[in-house]
């Protein structure tokens, strides 16, 4: 279970909802079932941002490898 979100964006067909705390942002379709996640690189997600075809993520901290 995810820790409470900052975000929640639609990318495609798909809702990309951003775990601050866990540094993981979960994937699901439309109708809520899961599709995975995504980690690694990022650390206190602030939110989330889809233009054109590229998400871009911004993170508080820099810890695990994040910029």
């Given at each position: 279970?995810?820790?409470?979100?900052?975000?929640?964006?639609?990318?495609?067909?798909?809702?990309?909802?951003?775990?601050?705390?866990?540094?993981?942002?979960?994937?699901?379709?439309?109708?809520?079932?899961?599709?995975?996640?995504?980690?690694?690189?990022?650390?206190n997600i602030r939110?989330?941002a889809y233009v054109?075809?590229?998400?871009?993520?911004?993170n508080s901290g820099?810890?695990?490898?994040?910029?």
């Open positions: 279970m995810f820790q409470p979100s900052i975000e929640a964006i639609q990318v495609e067909d798909e809702m990309w909802v951003s775990d601050q705390l866990g540094d993981t942002i979960y994937r699901f379709d439309l109708d809520g079932g899961s599709l995975g996640s995504i980690t690694g690189g990022m650390d939110g989330m054109g075809d590229v998400v871009y993520v911004c820099d810890q695990g490898g994040a910029p």
